[in-house]
């Protein structure tokens, strides 16, 4: 039987079970929190195992490896900034988002929590941060379509064009009907398979190359500044401490990803957060490590032959296994993506629904009104991106982090500091928004020296200096927000 006829059939039936699990998820969707948030009723695994594979999307199967075929095992410094960012992001931000968003007047996106934590009389502050979740996620959903076209055109042959056409269908088709349950569920699955597939194919591979000794070999031979953590094998330069700096930085972005901290504000329970913080981080480490071997011992294996790096997970899946096999484990870059995807484009529903569309009309719509407004923004969203995805082929990795650093730099602080510190104002958290998501734009922009370290740095520390001036250049909150605020804290604790 013909191999990429096998493959096409795999990618059916998980295109099937993904469409079918949106469908129950549909028929549990009866209200706009059902539809953002599933009912705040989200179990430890697929709490934990959702987030996972939402944040880290195509880029863990694409980009990561990518980076580690050029960059070698420096890369890894990525990989420590990210599982330490994943720890303390559920160590710091889980329990009280939890907590807060729910008696922040029962919130159900980011932007309408941050109105209700600090009683803002209009809706500046809704606004922009809802601009801002619109403007960021384009660039991160168009990378997620970059990586699945890049998916059906070297398993297919498919022209690009049609190949970010189909992923971006399949995503929508069940975004639209389930909502969040669906993406959920099936971040769930996807999350288990993205997993599995990071397990196998390293241990095939090694084994099919001799053992880990043979390996080690071949890199040596070919590269040996591929195996020094302190050398860019690229350049064969010694790593300077901007560029580390830069690679560790990417743990800050993760205070701020509005698509990962939904999964907080959706658990069922706070007892359950200890249980989803172990799944989570495990998963993370098991997953990274994982990923930086691919790359290496794709260099291994093709040497410098490789075109494209970040295909470099596709060609060794290609070279070692049955059509059957390869179909299960290149499905898994499609879980990938749409694992992200799915849950980017929710939000952006979320923030035009709930945040910008009630607060520019100032009406109150029926709750099924609401949740076909927010399929419909899911469509439009994805086009949006598509456009941007057929026009700008850039790598996953470069897309992934200019969105990233947008998020981390414009919605970490302020959340950070909006959880903990009482004192903070609306004009502090508005001028820190603006601040951080202005500088990561700017900063992104120009190049060489101290312009190469990574701009959510500058972006989160001017934020957070933005919003300390801002709160003390302004009155300080009233005793009845400073009460509920310690109310709050207390039910953390």
Same mark, same amino acid.
């Given at each position: ?20 699990? %949106? !469908? ?5 969707? &009866? ?11 989200? %179990? ?18 694409? +980009? ?11 890369? *890894? !410094? ?8 994943? !720890? ?59 990586? $699945? ?17 189909? +992923? ?22 996807? $999350? ?10 390293? @241990? *095939? ?12 070999? &071949?890199?040596?031979?070919? &590269? ?11 350049? $064969? ?22 698509? @990962?901290?939904? =999964? ?62 390869? %179909? #299960? ?91 903990? !510190?009482? =004192? ?7 001028? +820190?928004?603006?601040? %951080?998501?202005? #500088? ?8 060489? +020296? ?5 701009? @959510? ?9 933005? #919003? ?26």
């Amino acid at each position: 039987m013909n191999a990429d006829f096998i493959i096409t059939c795999t990618f059916f039936v998980y295109l099937s079970v993904m469409v079918a699990v %949106g !469908w129950l998820a549909y028929r549990r969707t &009866n209200n706009l929190s059902d539809y953002i948030l599933g009912g705040r009723n989200l %179990g430890p695994w697929a709490t934990a195992i959702s987030a996972g594979a939402s944040d880290m999307s195509a880029w863990l199967l694409m +980009g990561l490896p990518g980076a580690a075929y050029i960059s070698g095992i420096s890369a *890894v !410094w990525i990989a420590v900034g990210l599982l330490l960012g994943t !720890w303390l992001n559920w160590r710091w931000m889980a329990p009280r988002l939890r907590v807060y968003t729910f008696q922040a007047s029962d919130s159900l996106t980011l932007p309408e929590f941050l109105e209700h934590r600090f009683h803002t009389t209009g809706h500046a502050l809704r606004l922009v941060s809802a601009a801002f979740i619109l403007f960021f996620f384009l660039f991160y959903t168009a990378s997620g379509l970059v990586a $699945g076209g890049k998916l059906f055109e070297t398993v297919f042959g498919v022209p690009y064009p049609l190949a970010v056409c189909i +992923g971006t269908f399949a995503i929508i088709s069940y975004t639209i009907l389930g909502g969040f349950l669906a993406v959920c569920w099936t971040d769930l699955i996807q $999350g288990l398979m993205m997993a599995a597939a990071l397990l196998v194919l390293p @241990i *095939v591979a090694i084994g099919e190359m001799g053992g880990i000794g043979n390996t080690l070999e &071949n890199i040596q031979s070919l &590269n040996p500044h591929l195996l020094q953590i302190r050398i860019d094998a690229a350049t $064969g330069n010694s790593l300077q401490g901007l560029a580390v700096i830069s690679s560790m930085a990417w743990g800050l972005g993760y205070f701020g990803q509005p698509h @990962i901290l939904a =999964r907080f504000s959706a658990i069922r329970s706070l007892k359950d957060l200890p249980t989803a913080r172990r799944i989570a981080v495990t998963w993370t480490g098991i997953t990274l490590i994982c990923s930086v071997l691919i790359g290496l011992i794709g260099f291994a294996r093709f040497g410098t032959e490789v075109a494209d790096p970040e295909s470099i997970f596709m060609l060794l899946v290609n070279s070692l296994f049955h059509p059957v096999i390869a %179909g #299960i484990l290149l499905a898994a870059i499609l879980a990938a993506v749409m694992s992200t995807a799915d849950s980017q484009l929710l939000v952006c529903s979320a923030a035009f629904t709930e945040d910008i569309t009630r607060c520019l009309l100032r009406r109150d719509f029926s709750q099924k009104a609401l949740v076909r407004l927010g399929r419909l923004t899911v469509v439009v969203i994805a086009g949006a991106a598509m456009f941007m995805a057929l026009r700008d082929e850039k790598t996953v990795l470069a897309l992934v982090g200019q969105a990233w650093a947008g998020f981390g730099a414009t919605f970490g602080p302020v959340l950070l500091f909006s959880l903990y !510190w009482k =004192r903070c104002t609306a004009t502090g958290a508005i001028s +820190g928004m603006i601040t %951080g998501g202005l #500088i990561v734009i700017l900063w992104g922009r120009a190049q060489g +020296g101290l312009f190469d370290l990574y701009e @959510i740095v500058p972006g989160f520390f001017f934020s957070c200096l933005a #919003i300390l001036i801002g709160s003390y250049l302004s009155p300080p909150p009233s005793p009845e927000i400073e009460a509920e605020f310690l109310t709050m804290s207390d039910s953390c604790s």
